[in-house]
T-cell receptor
């Protein structure tokens, strides 16, 4: 299967600071990337859909200004958590797909802890 | 909103036992995926089913897609401790390929 890499794998930051998470497709061009959030022992909740070169589409209830998504190239999407608070602590996972009918491949996730 | 309900939510069994996990929805999906996730890692794709009534086997795992493409099951034969993990089903539609609606997940613990 295709390889999707997230960086960093884990990050600890102070309240009020911003954190950027990168999602890269290593061996294919990702036309679309998806960002999910997962709380302990729960399933994945889709936050937003990111298409290369266009604005991300956010799911209902997800704050656009807080979770900034940039998909500037076919191999890289970034999620920036702005003015992070402890309640933003979670496991963030991206996935990427390379064609209209293609399945998505997941990154290994980023554990964010806001203190 | 498309919802996927998984059952059971938690399952703890002894090594060697068989088990079945169910994934049900009132919506029709063009494809359905099953993933296994270890703590602190991203989901790893086990299988994709696309045809109603389709059955796929992966060693001791058997996946079935319902005839109406609204439900699916995962059956594990002779479970082993290495099967322990979070099992997730996810459905996608043609209009939103790659965008998946995830079930609640089933946490499986296989005791030696």
């Amino acid at each position: 299967g295709a390889v999707v890499s997230q960086h960093p794998s884990w990050v600890i930051c102070k309240s009020g600071t911003s954190v950027k998470i990168e999602c890269r497709s290593l061996d294919f061009q990702a036309t679309t990337m998806f960002w999910y959030r997962q709380f302990p022992k729960q399933s994945l909740m889709l936050m937003a859909t990111s298409n290369e070169g266009s604005k991300a589409t956010y799911e209902q209830g997800v704050e656009k200004d807080k979770f900034l998504i940039n998909h500037a190239s076919l191999t890289l999407s970034t999620l920036t958590v702005t003015s992070a608070h402890p309640e933003d602590s979670s496991f963030y996972i991206c996935s990427a797909t390379d064609r209209a009918e293609g399945e998505a491949f997941f990154g290994q996730g980023t554990r964010l802890t806001v203190v | 909103t498309q919802l996927l309900e998984q059952s059971p939510q938690f399952l703890s069994i002894q090594e060697g036992e068989n088990l079945t996990v169910y994934c049900n929805s009132s919506s029709v999906f063009s494809s359905l995926q099953w993933y296994r996730q270890e703590p602190g890692e991203g989901p790893v794709l086990l299988v994709t089913v696309v045809t109603g009534g389709e059955v796929k086997k992966l060693k001791r795992l058997t996946f079935q897609f319902g005839d109406a493409r609204k439900d699916s099951s995962l059956h594990i034969t002779a479970a082993q401790p290495g099967d322990t993990g979070l099992y997730l089903c996810a459905g996608s539609t043609n209009t939103n390929a790659g965008k998946s609606t995830f079930g609640d997940g089933t946490t499986l613990t296989v005791k030696p």
